[in-house]
């Protein structure tokens, strides 16, 4: 069963605005993943954050982890009409591990 | 290399037939994965493999048939498949199954049954 919630489920933009995506998770994980799925393709993988840290950064991206909240936001900076895709959060299914479960993943659309 | 390469791309199968999905990777992963991703819906694990043996099976039914007949390749056989079987399935690999890593996917098999 997938762990993971996401809002906003679609959200729309405008090219060089900020994107902001949630994430919720409901058991106790020592690792948080991001992935990226373009329309009919495989995920890749963004940037994992670990349970004692509260913020990481990767180019134009920046994930924080609020364990206390079970929650997890990916922020995209500067948004290109290429970062026009479905974005995943994922989680171990036990406490950790690389055998994950998905969110139900937020679509974004950057309008160039 | 840091691919993960499944074939074919798409598939289009009627429910009596029997086909095979195919998984390479070359990067000395030793776990690897099949799921299932409906439109619009997250991926959903189907199977795990580490070091070659089946790890994980998260009820599916007995018409998918998963096979590893070495660390870099995994199958995935069908067999009466039903038409809401209709997905595309991923495979993906990682160093080892219970290690924090990221997962590599492959592009996917979009399958249809009829």
């Known amino acids: 069963s997938q762990q993971g919630e996401e809002d906003p489920q679609a959200l729309s933009i405008q090219e060089g605005e900020n994107a902001t995506m949630n994430c919720s998770y409901k058991t106790s994980i020592n690792n948080l993943q991001w992935y990226r799925q373009n329309s009919g393709r495989g995920l890749v993988h963004l940037i994992l954050i670990r349970s004692n840290e509260r913020e990481k950064h990767s180019g134009r991206l920046r994930v924080t982890l609020d364990t206390s909240k079970k929650s997890s936001s990916l922020l995209i900076t500067a948004s290109r009409a290429a970062d026009t895709a479905s974005y995943f959060c994922?989680?171990?299914?036990?406490?950790?591990?690389?055998?994950?479960?998905f969110g139900e993943g937020t679509q974004l659309t950057v309008n160039p | 290399d840091t691919e993960v390469t499944q074939t074919p791309k798409h598939l289009v199968m009627g429910m009596t037939n029997k086909k095979s999905l195919k998984c390479e990777q070359h990067m000395g992963h030793r776990a690897m994965y099949w799921y299932k991703q409906k439109a619009k819906k997250p991926p959903e694990l189907m199977f795990v493999y580490s070091y070659e043996k089946l790890s994980i099976n998260e009820s599916v039914p007995s018409r998918f048939s998963p096979e590893c007949p070495n660390s870099s390749l995994l199958n995935l056989h069908l067999h009466a498949l039903q038409p809401e079987d209709s997905a595309l399935y991923l495979c993906?690999?990682?160093?080892?199954?219970?290690?924090?890593?990221?997962?590599?996917f492959g592009s996917g098999t979009q399958l249809s049954v009829l």
């Open positions: 993906a690999s990682s160093g080892w199954e219970l290690t924090n890593e990221k997962l590599f």
């Open positions: 994922a989680t171990p299914l036990e406490t950790s591990g690389s055998r994950l479960t």
